[in-house]
Protein backbone atom coordinates (compact mmCIF):
# COMPACT_ATOMS: atom_id res chain seq x y z
CA UNK A 1 0.00 0.00 0.00
CA UNK A 2 1.23 3.37 -0.61
CA UNK A 3 1.72 5.91 1.99
CA UNK A 4 3.63 8.14 4.25
CA UNK A 5 4.73 6.57 7.40
CA UNK A 6 6.45 8.06 10.55
CA UNK A 7 8.17 6.37 13.06
CA UNK A 8 8.58 6.09 16.04
CA UNK A 9 4.83 7.16 16.84
CA UNK A 10 5.95 8.18 20.14
CA UNK A 11 9.44 9.91 21.42
CA UNK A 12 10.72 10.78 24.43
CA UNK A 13 14.01 13.31 24.96
CA UNK A 14 15.53 14.62 27.92
CA UNK A 15 16.35 17.96 27.52
CA UNK A 16 19.65 19.16 25.41
CA UNK A 17 19.29 16.24 23.61
CA UNK A 18 19.26 16.49 19.18
CA UNK A 19 16.50 13.42 18.19
CA UNK A 20 15.91 12.72 14.82
CA UNK A 21 11.76 12.00 13.51
CA UNK A 22 11.83 9.78 10.66
CA UNK A 23 9.29 10.23 7.69
CA UNK A 24 9.23 7.90 4.12
CA UNK A 25 6.71 7.88 1.56
CA UNK A 26 6.58 5.77 -1.16
CA UNK A 27 4.06 7.74 -3.31
CA UNK A 28 6.41 9.11 -5.79
CA UNK A 29 5.53 12.52 -4.54
CA UNK A 30 8.03 15.51 -5.21
CA UNK A 31 7.25 17.78 -2.45
CA UNK A 32 7.51 17.05 1.44
CA UNK A 33 6.65 18.57 4.22
CA UNK A 34 7.17 18.83 8.13
CA UNK A 35 4.31 20.51 10.49
CA UNK A 36 3.75 21.15 13.79
CA UNK A 37 0.81 20.93 16.12
CA UNK A 38 -0.15 22.54 18.99
CA UNK A 39 -3.18 22.50 21.08
CA UNK A 40 -5.08 25.76 20.00
CA UNK A 41 -2.61 26.53 17.20
CA UNK A 42 -3.35 24.65 14.42
CA UNK A 43 -0.46 23.18 11.87
CA UNK A 44 2.65 24.90 11.77
CA UNK A 45 5.03 24.54 8.75
CA UNK A 46 8.46 23.64 9.81
CA UNK A 47 10.06 23.31 6.63
CA UNK A 48 9.61 21.89 3.00
CA UNK A 49 10.89 20.78 -0.03
CA UNK A 50 10.04 20.67 -3.22
CA UNK A 51 13.36 18.71 -4.58
CA UNK A 52 15.79 16.28 -3.62
CA UNK A 53 18.58 18.39 -1.97
CA UNK A 54 16.66 21.27 -1.77
CA UNK A 55 14.01 22.59 0.97
CA UNK A 56 12.97 25.78 2.33
CA UNK A 57 12.09 27.02 5.99
CA UNK A 58 8.61 27.33 6.86
CA UNK A 59 7.23 29.68 9.27
CA UNK A 60 8.50 27.90 12.83
CA UNK A 61 12.31 26.55 11.42
CA UNK A 62 14.20 27.73 14.72
CA UNK A 63 15.83 25.03 16.20
CA UNK A 64 15.07 22.66 13.53
CA UNK A 65 17.30 21.16 11.23
CA UNK A 66 16.03 18.63 7.51
CA UNK A 67 17.55 17.20 5.16
CA UNK A 68 16.30 15.29 1.66
CA UNK A 69 19.16 12.95 0.30
CA UNK A 70 16.66 10.83 -1.02
CA UNK A 71 12.95 11.43 -2.99
CA UNK A 72 11.46 8.72 -0.63
CA UNK A 73 12.79 10.36 2.97
CA UNK A 74 12.71 13.89 5.10
CA UNK A 75 14.16 13.27 8.06
CA UNK A 76 13.60 15.74 10.68
CA UNK A 77 15.98 16.89 13.54
CA UNK A 78 14.89 18.75 16.25
CA UNK A 79 17.90 20.36 18.20
CA UNK A 80 18.51 21.31 22.08
CA UNK A 81 18.19 24.92 20.21
CA UNK A 82 14.59 24.42 20.11
CA UNK A 83 12.92 25.88 23.05
CA UNK A 84 9.81 24.08 23.67
CA UNK A 85 9.94 20.71 21.21
CA UNK A 86 7.50 18.71 23.11
CA UNK A 87 4.13 18.66 20.07
CA UNK A 88 2.95 16.20 17.50
CA UNK A 89 5.04 16.18 14.49
CA UNK A 90 3.60 16.02 11.19
CA UNK A 91 4.97 15.01 7.75
CA UNK A 92 3.12 15.47 4.33
CA UNK A 93 4.02 15.10 1.14
CA UNK A 94 2.36 16.02 -2.29
CA UNK A 95 2.86 15.51 -5.78
CA UNK A 96 4.45 19.14 -5.91
CA UNK A 97 2.21 21.51 -8.31
CA UNK A 98 0.59 24.18 -7.11
CA UNK A 99 -2.92 23.97 -5.39
CA UNK A 100 -2.70 19.82 -5.39
CA UNK A 101 -3.72 18.52 -1.84
CA UNK A 102 -0.89 17.09 0.75
CA UNK A 103 -1.38 13.15 2.39
CA UNK A 104 0.16 13.12 6.15
CA UNK A 105 1.14 10.61 7.83
CA UNK A 106 0.18 9.48 11.78
CA UNK A 107 2.49 11.97 13.48
CA UNK A 108 4.86 11.26 16.10
CA UNK A 109 4.50 13.33 19.31
CA UNK A 110 7.55 14.12 21.40
CA UNK A 111 7.69 14.41 24.88
CA UNK A 112 10.56 16.27 26.45
CA UNK A 113 11.14 15.18 29.75
CA UNK B 1 0.53 36.61 4.18
CA UNK B 2 -1.96 33.97 3.82
CA UNK B 3 -5.29 33.42 6.39
CA UNK B 4 -7.11 31.08 7.19
CA UNK B 5 -10.32 31.36 9.97
CA UNK B 6 -12.37 28.61 11.06
CA UNK B 7 -15.34 28.82 13.11
CA UNK B 8 -16.80 27.96 15.14
CA UNK B 9 -13.63 26.38 17.16
CA UNK B 10 -16.04 23.92 18.84
CA UNK B 11 -19.69 22.60 17.42
CA UNK B 12 -21.98 19.66 19.32
CA UNK B 13 -24.90 18.44 17.52
CA UNK B 14 -27.33 15.94 18.18
CA UNK B 15 -26.78 12.90 15.68
CA UNK B 16 -29.16 13.54 12.92
CA UNK B 17 -28.91 17.62 13.15
CA UNK B 18 -27.26 19.05 9.88
CA UNK B 19 -25.12 21.85 10.27
CA UNK B 20 -22.23 23.83 8.44
CA UNK B 21 -18.70 24.74 9.55
CA UNK B 22 -16.62 27.66 8.10
CA UNK B 23 -13.48 28.74 6.43
CA UNK B 24 -13.12 32.09 5.75
CA UNK B 25 -9.46 32.98 3.90
CA UNK B 26 -7.91 35.56 3.02
CA UNK B 27 -5.13 34.93 0.16
CA UNK B 28 -3.11 36.46 -2.94
CA UNK B 29 -4.14 34.58 -5.60
CA UNK B 30 -6.17 30.77 -4.41
CA UNK B 31 -4.39 27.95 -6.07
CA UNK B 32 -6.39 25.60 -4.00
CA UNK B 33 -8.78 25.27 -0.86
CA UNK B 34 -8.64 22.10 0.97
CA UNK B 35 -10.99 20.29 3.65
CA UNK B 36 -9.29 17.60 6.52
CA UNK B 37 -10.81 15.00 8.92
CA UNK B 38 -8.53 14.50 12.36
CA UNK B 39 -9.14 12.13 14.53
CA UNK B 40 -7.18 12.75 18.46
CA UNK B 41 -3.95 11.33 18.03
CA UNK B 42 -3.69 10.79 13.86
CA UNK B 43 -2.69 12.57 11.33
CA UNK B 44 -5.20 13.99 8.97
CA UNK B 45 -7.19 12.57 6.69
CA UNK B 46 -7.89 14.57 3.09
CA UNK B 47 -11.59 15.16 2.32
CA UNK B 48 -11.62 17.62 -0.32
CA UNK B 49 -10.16 20.37 -2.81
CA UNK B 50 -12.18 23.17 -3.91
CA UNK B 51 -10.54 25.14 -6.74
CA UNK B 52 -12.99 27.82 -7.62
CA UNK B 53 -16.08 30.01 -6.62
CA UNK B 54 -19.15 28.04 -7.04
CA UNK B 55 -17.61 24.59 -7.15
CA UNK B 56 -19.09 22.00 -4.68
CA UNK B 57 -17.92 18.79 -3.36
CA UNK B 58 -19.76 15.68 -2.17
CA UNK B 59 -18.80 12.47 0.35
CA UNK B 60 -21.51 10.76 2.19
CA UNK B 61 -23.13 13.03 4.67
CA UNK B 62 -20.15 16.20 3.33
CA UNK B 63 -20.71 18.48 1.56
CA UNK B 64 -17.96 21.66 -0.06
CA UNK B 65 -18.46 24.82 -1.46
CA UNK B 66 -16.41 27.10 -2.23
CA UNK B 67 -16.63 31.42 -2.36
CA UNK B 68 -14.58 34.17 -3.02
CA UNK B 69 -14.07 34.75 0.09
CA UNK B 70 -15.04 31.29 2.13
CA UNK B 71 -16.02 27.74 2.47
CA UNK B 72 -18.74 25.49 3.92
CA UNK B 73 -18.34 22.27 5.15
CA UNK B 74 -21.86 21.28 5.35
CA UNK B 75 -22.82 18.27 7.29
CA UNK B 76 -26.20 16.44 6.24
CA UNK B 77 -27.67 14.21 9.24
CA UNK B 78 -24.01 13.93 11.01
CA UNK B 79 -23.96 10.32 12.86
CA UNK B 80 -21.38 9.98 16.02
CA UNK B 81 -18.36 8.84 13.89
CA UNK B 82 -18.38 11.84 12.31
CA UNK B 83 -17.05 13.72 15.59
CA UNK B 84 -13.57 14.63 14.78
CA UNK B 85 -11.56 17.87 14.20
CA UNK B 86 -12.41 19.75 10.73
CA UNK B 87 -9.30 21.47 9.68
CA UNK B 88 -9.17 23.66 6.36
CA UNK B 89 -6.17 25.15 4.50
CA UNK B 90 -5.56 26.82 0.92
CA UNK B 91 -2.83 26.92 -0.87
CA UNK B 92 -1.40 30.25 -3.23
CA UNK B 93 1.45 31.39 -4.69
CA UNK B 94 4.00 29.35 -3.03
CA UNK B 95 4.35 25.54 -2.32
CA UNK B 96 3.29 25.71 1.11
CA UNK B 97 -0.76 24.60 2.69
CA UNK B 98 -1.41 27.27 5.56
CA UNK B 99 -3.57 25.81 7.76
CA UNK B 100 -6.85 27.74 9.91
CA UNK B 101 -7.06 26.33 13.89
CA UNK B 102 -9.82 23.83 13.25
CA UNK B 103 -13.66 23.04 14.44
CA UNK B 104 -13.98 20.67 16.95
CA UNK B 105 -16.92 18.37 16.06
CA UNK B 106 -19.31 16.45 18.64
CA UNK B 107 -21.96 13.80 17.29
CA UNK B 108 -24.04 12.96 20.30
CA UNK B 109 -26.38 10.02 19.79
Known amino acids: DGGITQSPKYLFRKEGQNVTLSCEQN?????MYWYRQDPGQGLRLIYY???????QKGDIAEGYSVSREKKESFPLTVTSAQKNPTAFYLC????????????FGQGTRLTVV | EDQVTQSPEALRLQEGESSSLNCSYT??????LFWYRQDPGKGPEFLFT???AGEEKEKERLKATLTKKESFLHITAPKPEDSATYLC??????????FGKGTLLTVNP
Open chain 2, 89 to 98: AVNSRDYKLT
Open chain 1, 49 to 55: SQIVNDF
Open chain 1, 27 to 31: LNHDA
Open chain 2, 27 to 32: VSGLRG
Open chain 1, 92 to 103: ASSIGDRGTEAF
Open chain 2, 50 to 52: LYS
